[in-house]
């Protein structure tokens, strides 16, 4: 039989919401793991350029590159998902996300195989960016639907704190490890954080396993209505829908990458600052965002999420060239300043994006409008060390190009931000309902 509106599933809130967060450190972990290394390690070990600004240049390619296949993973998740459920579409990207990782940390570098190790690098990567194309979006929507009438702000963000956890993990790990002598970290000891990967795809498989289908996916089979082509039919009835969803993502995705990735790379490489100041820097700006999901989630139940998401994108455009000053001062504590500061106001949009974005969709498609408009604006955002880096070595060593790159996504953020509080209000779903609406009510 049908539940009626708005009642919890079987399954508690509280536990979709901790096999989706658990799925989401894996991912983040991954992703942050590989943008650091990307910074300090495939610069150089990975690409025989013999110049360090290549060698970054290159190792921010690969990263980006990960990005581009997101997409590709969206679209062919998304489909898994919107037909024939969200779990089993979570379950394949959570185990490819993992093997991948691991995978990497055992890959032998340029002095060893030549020019195969590079190009495997690469394919590792685009294989990771497949996996990572349906992971983060099944996870919300996945809490979303869960989620009790009314609470969906806090469920919602509550995957987001993956981010955070994640960025301690890879971070911590990456410091860790720096502290060994140069010949030791660059032999093994940058490999440990990735196969710890293993390990922790066991973990997440396993509390997994547990999760019972989303309740609206399931009424959509009982009424015999999941959607034969749910990637043509996102692009024929929501395509407003995704370019909305694709304008909140960027700087969710974006600002986070300039802030840290670039940041990185530019604290090391431009202003001689040590590894260890620069992933401390990192760290912190991590441990302040936990908070910041917490109260932004529950503050998009009060006033919606488009607009708390407006709000933080306002933030961060007036802290984006304070950041900047404050890490080109070089001084320890402005420079760890500078990143909490950036950090703290992009996670305002980042809390609560998946909830935006999940409002943007009915039920039969979100799985897949949620995946391709927050892929489309990773694309983007994940652009974003590379054009920093390029843009950055133009002028000389000046960070303000970064600056302007996020002032630029916090504007086109607040735009998409704006736009989906309008479409959602004419939305084929309400805010407050997650189940499918009878033909009788359309």
């Not at 190792?59 to 998304?78: D, E, N, Y």
């Not at 898994?80 to 990207?93: H, K, P």
């Not at 040590?274 to 991590?286: P, Q, W, Y």
């Amino acid at each position: 039989m049908r539940r009626p509106a708005g009642e919890a599933s079987p399954t508690t809130p509280g536990s979709v919401a901790t096999a989706a967060f658990v799925g989401t450190v894996l991912e983040w972990y991954d992703y942050f793991l590989y943008g650091t290394a990307a910074a300090l390690v495939f610069n150089r070990l990975y690409f025989g350029t013999g110049s360090a600004v290549a060698g970054t240049l290159a190792g921010f390619a690969t990263f980006a590159v990960g990005f581009a296949a997101r997409p590709l993973g969206a679209v062919i998740f998304g489909h898994i998902g919107d037909r024939f459920g969200r779990r089993g579409a979570l379950m394949i990207t959570i185990t490819g996300i993992g093997i991948v990782t691991g995978a990497i940390g055992l890959l032998p570098a340029y002095a060893h195989i030549g020019v195969m190790a590079p190009i495997l690098l690469t394919l590792l990567r685009l294989l990771q960016g497949v996996a990572m194309g349906g992971e983060w979006s099944g996870a919300i929507v996945l809490a979303v639907e869960h989620a009790p009438t009314g609470r969906r702000g806090r469920y919602a963000s509550l995957p987001q704190l993956g981010s955070p956890v994640a960025t301690l993990l890879s971070a911590g790990a990456f410091a860790a490890v720096s502290l060994l002598p140069d010949e030791s970290f660059d032999a093994w000891g940058w490999r440990l954080p990735f196969l710890a990967a293993l390990p922790m795809l066991l973990i997440a498989l396993r509390i997994r396993r547990k999760l019972e289908e989303s309740p609206a996916f399931l009424e959509l089979l009982e009424d015999d209505e999941a959607p034969a082509a749910p990637v043509r039919d996102v692009f024929r009835s929501s395509l407003r829908g995704v370019f909305a969803g694709m304008l909140a993502a960027l700087l969710p995705v974006g600002g986070w990458y300039l802030l840290t990735v670039f940041g990185t790379a530019y604290g090391t490489h431009e202003l001689g600052l040590s590894k260890s100041l620069m992933l401390g820097a990192t760290l912190i700006g991590a441990a302040l965002m936990i908070p910041v999901i917490i109260a932004s989630g529950r503050a998009a139940e009060r006033f919606g999420a488009g607009q708390v998401c407006a709000v933080g994108a306002a933030a961060t455009l007036v802290a984006a060239f304070p950041s900047f000053w404050l890490l080109d001062t070089g001084e320890p504590v402005l420079v760890i300043v500078g990143i909490a500061i950036g950090i703290g106001c992009q996670t305002v949009p980042f809390a609560v994006v998946g909830l935006v974005l999940s409002e943007l969709f009915p039920v039969p498609l979100r799985y897949t409008g949620v995946a391709v408009s927050y892929t489309a604006g990773g694309i983007v955002g994940g652009l974003m060390p590379l054009i920093a880096t390029a843009l950055t070595t133009a002028s000389g060593g000046s960070p303000w190009p970064a600056a302007g790159l996020l002032a630029a996504l916090s504007v086109l953020n607040g735009v998409g931000a704006l736009a989906s509080v309008r479409l959602r209000d004419r939305s084929v779903e309400p805010s407050a309902r997650i189940v499918v609406p009878d033909a009788s009510s359309a």
